[in-house]
């Protein structure tokens, strides 16, 4: 059996592979606690100075968690569903914290749960293949493993406009979200690794000052910051829609059709999130997270929408309620609270 995660010591290095390719590196739980495991275990040895992870997929580093699994298993009123967001939180704070350089190779897709490998990471190289995405209001769910955090500081409401639609981000504008720190053609990773066996050192500045021979600044960053500022400082997704409306734009007609498709209370739930994560530190926001993910597990909207996105693929959910009009404050707030 092919192991979903190969871990390997190489001159001073602890070089984590995502091994999962048939399901893009999709992570379960056991991934999750290896991951942890092995952090925890390099982070006592003296004989490993730096991290890096990285996929063997040549497209994807990470689609995000196996929520085609989480489906079953809380339909199944399988309690443990519980214990893989806490461990996988865990390993967020982990990495956020890690006393070691922890150097993310981003060369393909990064959804959800693989941002969370990746963006806590002290170096973040991402090639022309990188693209990054918080899908999560599109199957009935929210941005979890800390975007109340890191979205939340991103550049003026850039973050704000992530978290609700999903956008997707190539390497470029991630670098102008300071969501990734170098653009590194794919072709010259493994120069960089192997460069980085022999460079021998703990030391972020002496690594910094290495990436950093390889990073290729970007002309093709087409991010529209005025616009999206404009609409996503709003304080209500009715405010947001009725700035769109304003715009007359493409872009903007775009994106009112893109939030018309998500679920009506993630995105209402998930503007109260980023706003409350702008006053919150990462493990904070993880906390509430949790107490979201009790929520939402307990909320039809999250098995609709993975049964339209994954299981019957019709990408037809049934919203329930249906309209961001019939959702009031009172019914957002609750998702705040201690079950």
């Given at each position: 059996m092919t192991q979903s995660?190969?871990?390997?010591?190489?001159?001073?290095?602890?070089?984590i592979t995502l091994n999962r390719p048939q399901a893009y590196n999709a992570l379960t739980h056991q991934m999750v606690i290896e991951l942890y495991q092995h952090l925890k275990k390099w982070e006592q040895d003296p004989a490993i100075h730096v991290v890096i992870i990285q996929s063997s997929h040549e497209k994807v580093f990470c689609a995000g968690g196996d929520i085609k699994a989480l489906y079953e298993k809380a339909k199944n009123h399988d309690h443990t569903v519980?214990?893989?967001?806490?461990?996988?939180?865990?390993?967020?704070?982990?990495?956020?914290?890690?006393?070691?350089?922890?150097i993310a190779l981003l060369d393909g897709l990064t959804l959800g749960g693989?941002?969370?490998?990746?963006v806590y990471a002290h170096h973040r190289i991402a090639t022309e293949k990188y693209i990054f995405s918080m899908p999560e209001t599109g199957i009935g769910f929210f941005p979890d493993i800390g975007a109340s955090y890191f979205l939340s500081r991103c550049p003026e409401a850039s973050g704000f406009y992530l978290g609700l639609t999903g956008a997707r981000l190539k390497a470029a504008e991630a670098l102008t979200l300071q969501l990734v720190d170098y653009l590194v053609p794919s072709a010259t990773l493994d120069t960089l690794k192997n460069g980085l066996f022999s460079l021998k050192t703990h030391d972020h500045q002496a690594i910094h000052a290495y990436l950093s021979t390889f990073h290729t600044p970007s002309t093709s960053n087409t991010f529209l910051h005025s616009a999206i500022n404009t609409c996503f400082q709003e304080k209500t997704v009715e405010g947001i829609l009725e700035k769109l409306d304003l715009q007359q734009s493409n872009w903007a007609e775009d994106t009112k059709k893109t939030l018309f498709k998500k679920c009506p209370l993630s995105l209402k739930v998930t503007l109260e999130?980023?706003?409350?994560?702008?006053?919150?530190?990462?493990?904070?926001?993880?906390?509430?997270?949790?107490?979201?993910?009790?929520?939402?597990?307990?909320?039809?909207?999250?098995?609709?929408?993975?049964?339209?996105?994954?299981?019957?693929?019709d990408n037809q959910p049934h919203w329930s309620p249906p309209s961001l009009e019939e959702i009031n404050e009172q019914q957002v707030n609750c998702f705040f609270e201690n079950n």
């Open positions: 995660i190969l871990f390997n010591e190489i001159q001073g290095i602890g070089e519980l214990d893989f967001f806490q461990d996988e939180y865990r390993l967020n704070s982990l990495i956020k914290h890690y006393p070691k350089p922890y693989g941002v969370g490998l990746s999130q980023l706003t409350r994560g702008k006053q919150l530190e990462l493990d904070d926001c993880l906390t509430m997270e949790y107490t979201l993910v009790q929520h939402f597990l307990q909320n039809e909207n999250f098995y609709e929408g993975i049964r339209a996105a994954v299981i019957d693929k």
